[in-house]
Nanobody, 118 residues
Framework: QVQLVESGGGLVQAGGSLRLSCAAS????????MGWYRQAPGRQRDLVAL???????NYADSVKGRFTISRDNAKNTVYLQMNSLKPEDTAVYYC????????????WGQGTQVTVSS
């Protein structure tokens, strides 16, 4: 059973930083493209950052230069370092794992709340 567990969310003032973690169990994380998504109330779930098996990254324009995604395959964990946080970054942040083969399985964590106060 594949399980993704996010942690590190919380309440922070604008301009502050948080680091989210996503720990995987029941599988080998190096076989997956990993992503962080977020969903604010009343809005769709959007991609924030992506990291491939080879370490290539991709970011939403709104977070470029402020957020950094990384992975530690030895620890089966993916991270999202969030700096210079803004109130508009407030959302539930979800970890996603997509198996590397076409049509591969797709897994989600339960989400962690990030609230940025102005």
């Amino acid at each position: 059973q594949v399980q993704l567990v996010e942690s590190g969310g919380g309440l922070v003032q604008a301009g502050g930083s948080l680091r989210l973690s996503c720990a995987a169990s029941g599988t080998i994380l190096s076989l997956y493209t990993m992503g962080w998504y977020r969903q604010a109330p009343g809005r769709q779930r959007d991609l924030v950052a992506l990291i491939t098996r080879g370490g290539s990254t991709n970011y939403a324009d709104s977070v470029k230069g402020r957020f950094t995604i990384s992975r530690d395959n030895a620890k089966n964990t993916v991270y999202l370092q969030m700096n210079s946080l803004k109130p508009e970054d407030t959302a539930v942040y979800y970890c996603n794992a997509k198996y590397f083969t076409p049509g591969g399985n797709n897994y989600w964590g339960q989400g962690t709340q990030v609230t940025v106060s102005s």
